[in-house]
């Protein structure tokens, strides 16, 4: 079937530490993958996507590259802010009965220190 | 542009009871979606409605419906509330029925089953 695994949280980090959030997916024909993030007390918000294979999505400093070699859909930042704190989704696109849909993964928590 | 607004913030019910949840999309959106989200199973797509059919469906038992007016507001009914219907429950909005493009989502309706 189609789904998303993210990496477990909460990812913990100091002001400018690099971060990486890791991203696997298992997914019929080619889905469009996305990072959603959710700031606390509200709804979710897109962060990036990308539609094929080797795109790469960038937004706000954050980047994930399409790498279907190795199902993946990593999320980085070079430098992170403690505004940054919040829930990061990754999300697949699948298309049934003709329609598509999003499959999210469960996400991961980020909390960022001064 | 107003967002897309969901009511009530919060809800605190019964086992047994049933309850009705609002969402209000983007306007010119026609498409409105409901997730399920609560921390053991992260984000469930619940169903999709477009131009007041339902496009989409999850694996969710009967109790759970919805239906979308001519206005694209939409409702989602969840009848008998059991504990396990606590939650928060995300409405989306976006302009075609669910595609490659984002999804806009409310801040949700934080449902609490006692």
């Known amino acids: 079937g189609n789904s998303v695994t993210q990496m477990e949280g909460p990812v913990t980090l100091s002001e400018e530490a690099f971060l990486t959030i890791n991203c696997t997916y298992t997914a019929t024909g080619y889905p469009s993958l996305f990072w959603y993030v959710q700031y606390p007390g509200e709804g979710l918000q897109l962060l990036l996507k990308a539609t094929k294979a080797d795109d790469k999505g960038s937004n706000k400093g954050f980047e994930a590259t399409y790498r279907k070699e190795t199902t993946s859909f990593h999320l980085e930042k070079g430098s992170v802010q403690v505004s940054d704190s919040a829930v990061y989704f990754c999300?697949?696109?699948?298309?049934?009965?003709?329609?598509?849909?999003?499959?999210f993964g469960a996400g991961t928590r980020l909390a960022v220190h001064p | 542009k107003a967002g897309v607004t969901q009511t009530p913030r919060y809800l605190i019910k019964t086992r047994g009871q049933q309850v009705t949840l609002s969402c209000s999309p983007i306007s010119g959106h026609r498409s409105v979606s409901w997730y399920q989200q609560t921390p053991g199973q992260g984000l469930q797509f619940l169903f999709e409605y477009f131009s007041e059919t339902q496009r989409n469906k999850g694996n969710f038992p009967g109790r759970f419906s919805g239906r979308q007016f001519s206005n694209s507001r939409s409702e989602m009914n969840v009848s008998t509330l059991e504990l396990g219907d606590s939650a928060l429950y995300l409405c989306?909005?976006?302009?075609?029925?669910?595609?490659?493009?984002?999804?806009?989502f409310g801040s949700g309706t934080q449902l609490s089953v006692l």
């Open positions: 999300a697949l696109s699948v298309s049934s009965g003709g329609y598509n849909k999003l499959i």
């Open positions: 989306a909005s976006s302009l075609a029925a669910q595609t490659n493009e984002k999804l806009f």
